[in-house]
């Protein structure tokens, strides 16, 4: 049996006014998708768009498109650009995202080495990045691009560097390791950072464990916070909620942990003290 678009519709609307009760109950007045057509759709952005018309929409949705390394590119490009017509007031739908490479905690994260010998996965390479870059951002599309390997990074400001607009703010999202060279590039470039901050503090079990399975230079380079104050850098922070189920998802929880080093709510051991930053 054919199910009725209207239904599939229905579904997307009641899902957004869960949504938008939570968000609102908790204080958030922004919310910034990361795969708004994960389910191949178009249905929440006709949602969002409708619900906005009728004056229904008290929060500030943006939309990311997804983009994954299995697709047409060009075709998705297209289907992200068709995505605009849904934007309105509260509606945003100026943003791809893609992944670069995985997480350097499980060993796929595009590094020099791990301790096998393996470099971990880069989804792109660096030619096909760039052209990427270049088609969403001529189109008005910003990129937006999950990278925690220090190699991986690099890769992706290249990408922004030689085929992006700077007007765009290009984003890297989470943000594991950092080349010192690559900061100046970022600021140069207007590239915008949001970086994960619950993976500043730790069980001291965690680190040791982590310490079989990440290469010591990479263990020891940190998560990046101050760093990217220091030169320049936009950046925002995020807590990576869904990945850590127990950790705190409200915003005064990561401020304090990007003063002390630990929430209160969690605990664990500050790492990377040198990264914190100051109430200021």
């Not at 009641?14 to 708004?36: C, F, H, V």
């Not at 998705?76 to 945003?92: N, R």
């Amino acid at each position: 049996m054919e199910i009725p678009v209207d239904l599939y519709l229905d579904v997307a609307k009641t899902a957004m006014e869960r949504i938008q009760e939570t968000l609102l109950s908790e204080g958030y007045t922004m919310y910034l998708d990361g795969y708004t057509s994960y389910f191949f759709n178009d249905n929440f952005y006709n949602v969002a768009e409708q619900m906005d018309k009728a004056h229904n929409m008290h929060f500030v949705l943006g939309t990311a498109y997804e983009m994954d390394s299995w697709m047409d590119v060009d075709a998705t490009l297209a289907k992200a650009v068709d995505a605009k017509k849904h934007a309105s007031d509260h509606v945003k739908t100026n943003w791809v995202k893609l992944f670069m490479d995985g997480t350097v905690e499980s060993g796929t994260g595009f590094v020099d080495r791990y301790p096998d010998g393996h470099e971990g996965t880069a989804i792109w390479t660096e030619e096909e990045f760039t052209d990427i870059t270049r088609k969403a951002n001529e189109q008005g599309l910003t990129v937006h691009t999950h990278a925690m390997g220090d190699k991986g990074v690099t890769r992706t400001v290249n990408a922004y560097v030689n085929g992006g607009k700077d007007e765009l703010r290009n984003t890297l999202v989470h943000v594991r390791n950092v080349d010192a060279p690559d900061y100046k590039r970022m600021a140069d470039h207007n590239i915008q950072v949001t970086s994960g901050m619950l993976w500043h503090c730790m069980s001291h079990e965690g680190v040791e464990s982590l310490r079989q399975v990440i290469p010591a230079d990479i263990l020891d380079k940190p998560y990046p916070m101050k760093s990217f104050f220091d030169n320049g850098v936009n950046a925002s922070l995020h807590s990576d909620y869904p990945a850590l189920g127990g950790s705190p998802d409200d915003p005064f929880g990561i401020m304090e942990i990007a003063v002390t080093g630990v929430c209160s709510k969690t605990g664990g051991d500050p790492m990377w003290t040198e990264e914190l930053v100051t109430c200021e």
